[in-house]
């Protein structure tokens, strides 16, 4: 199997999208409030990632890598450029998916209301620094060790995936490292890093945005 599902890769995509990293002063000690403000971002933002996936049905982890792009108020793309190429986006509550290689497009509207959206509750608290909201869907646990920062998260109802996310990062700094874990023993990593922001990354977010959307 040389690629993940859309269903997969829709919904990891969707846990993801609250961690790009941003400009904002680091801080000496670590609470789930700063946290939080360190994940938004006014600008353009582009993060390369690595991904892993241990998946039960799959022999060999299956590896990719690419650019997390965000750019304010509500445009998140995901470009993947190994092992193939393939474009994901959100703009506002849309949704879309581009392969190129097969031509194949997809679109689909975010339902907050659908147990299986519930990411999307997670996605709209963390860009907006809503502790109530997060607090509220999920059951979060947050620990400032010596170390790093890690945030743990578990939905609180509607989910029977046995879904569960943790955010780590270095002290005073944003996040670096997501895992994925579900109940069915599937696994995925992520390592994040900042590489560029601003103007010159603004116009490289609306070119893959009109390539999203067949313009």
Not at 42 to 57: G, K, M, N, P, S
Not at 97 to 111: K, S
Not at 128 to 139: C, E, G, K, M, P
């Amino acid at each position: 199997m040389n690629k993940p599902n859309i269903t997969s890769f829709c919904s990891t995509f969707l846990l993801l999208l609250p961690f790009f990293l941003s400009a904002k002063a680091a801080h000496a000690v670590d609470t789930e409030w700063e946290v939080m403000q360190r994940m938004q971002s006014d600008t353009a933002v582009r993060i390369a990632y690595q991904e892993t996936r241990i998946l039960e049905l799959i022999d060999q982890p299956w590896q990719g890598s690419g650019y997390l792009y965000s750019q304010a108020p509500d445009l998140m793309i995901k470009e993947q450029l190994r092992p193939e190429r393939v474009l994901m986006g959100i703009k506002g509550d849309r949704m879309f998916y581009f392969d190129p290689a097969a031509n194949m497009r997809h679109r689909g509207e975010l339902d907050a209301a659908n147990p299986l959206s519930l990411h999307i509750a997670f996605f709209n608290a963390l860009v907006n620094a809503d502790i109530a909201l997060l607090h509220r869907v999920y059951r979060v646990d947050f620990d400032a060790r010596e170390q790093d920062w890690l945030m743990t998260l578990k939905p609180r109802r509607g989910d029977r995936s046995g879904l569960t996310v943790v955010i780590s990062g270095p002290p005073g700094q944003q996040a670096e490292r997501i895992e994925i874990r579900q109940a069915d023993g599937d696994h995925s990593e992520f390592l994040l890093s900042k590489d560029a922001e601003g103007k010159t990354i603004e116009t490289e977010v609306n070119r893959l945005y009109k390539e999203l959307l067949g313009n």
